[in-house]
């Protein structure tokens, strides 16, 4: 059993406007937002495009990316660009809370998968404990920095949890 699946909520879309409470018609552009929620690992609102140009915001902003509200009964996809993703394992890197760094590993590793970084080498943390995993970015030189992510040692079980939540909030398969 994860210990992530039931412990956190992550909100899905739920096609309406969180600044007019109007919906957001099937098809119409959007803006999905990312909010840092301390009851939930992160929580998803839904912009109108209207709405986001005048200036609205959510409070916590964490991320953003423009998207398209799905028609019923279509099948999702994946609406987020890897430069979103990018930013969202970058801005998690100083975050020391469990959940996050669990969140944040699941999300390097699917960074991996698209290629877009590629395990260099491991080391152990001064007490021995943790395991921080190099990673190379891809089309980096040789002699650029590596970025480090810690493996919070989480299960099989974990890691399918929490991969179900990210693409449940990127409303896609990952």
Not at 18 to 35: D, M
Not at 121 to 147: H, I, M, N, T, Y
Request: charged residues 30%.
């Amino acid at each position: 059993m994860s210990r992530f699946g039931s412990q956190y909520r992550v909100s899905r879309s739920t096609g309406v406007c969180a600044a007019t409470g109007q919906p957001i018609e099937p098809g119409a552009s959007c803006v999905a937002a990312l909010c840092d929620d301390e009851e939930a690992i992160l929580q998803r609102v839904d912009f109108s495009l209207e709405a986001w140009e005048s200036g609205e915001r959510p409070e916590g902003l964490f991320s953003f990316w423009k998207t398209r509200m799905p028609e019923h009964g279509e099948k999702k996809k994946i609406f987020v660009d890897d430069q979103v993703l990018l930013d969202i394992f970058e801005r998690m890197a100083e975050d020391d809370r469990e959940d996050r760094q669990a969140f944040r590993f699941v999300l390097g590793l699917i960074l991996i998968r698209k290629r877009l970084f590629r395990h260099d080498s491991q080391r152990k943390e001064a007490d021995g404990d943790r395991v921080v995993w190099l990673l190379r970015p891809k089309g980096s030189p040789p002699e650029a920095p590596l970025v480090e992510m810690l493996n919070p040692g989480i299960g099989d079980d974990d890691i399918l949890s929490l991969s179900e939540q990210l693409g449940d909030v990127l409303q896609g398969d990952l």
